[in-house]
């Protein structure tokens, strides 16, 4: 069964810099859309960015320009490069995995998820 575990959350102060990874066991990044979503303490899970089979990123709004999705398809590990973190980042990080970017299908594949916290 396909795995998805993330690893590279912690805790640092504003303005500080993280990467996330999120390594995959026999799944083949370069077919799939993969995603990172967020979700804080009281609040509804959000998109953060995906990127699709051809390479192709998109970015919520509140992550352009310091966010940066990317994966390495020969090592099947999806990344997400984090600058310029602010205290409203502060969530549960989880990656996912699907098909056609449709992450809420029962096809869809999660991880459990990574810890960042951010101080002001």
């Known amino acids: 069964q396909v795995q998805l575990v993330e690893s590279g959350g912690g805790s640092v102060q504003a303005g500080g810099s993280l990467r996330l990874s999120c390594a995959a066991s026999?799944?083949?990044?370069?077919?799939?859309?993969m995603g990172w979503f967020r979700q804080a303490p009281g609040k509804e899970r959000e998109g953060v960015a995906t990127i699709v089979s051809d390479g192709s990123t998109s970015y919520a709004d509140s992550v352009k320009g310091r966010f940066t999705i990317s994966k390495d398809n020969s090592k099947t590990t999806l990344y997400l490069q984090m600058n310029s973190l602010k205290p409203e980042d502060t969530a549960m990080y989880y990656c996912?995995?699907?098909?056609?970017?449709?992450?809420?299908?029962?096809?869809?594949?999660w991880g459990r998820g990574t810890q960042v916290t951010v101080s002001s």
């Open positions: 996912a995995a699907e098909p056609d970017c449709l992450f809420g299908s029962p096809r869809s594949v």
């Open positions: 026999r799944y083949r990044y370069s077919t799939v859309c």
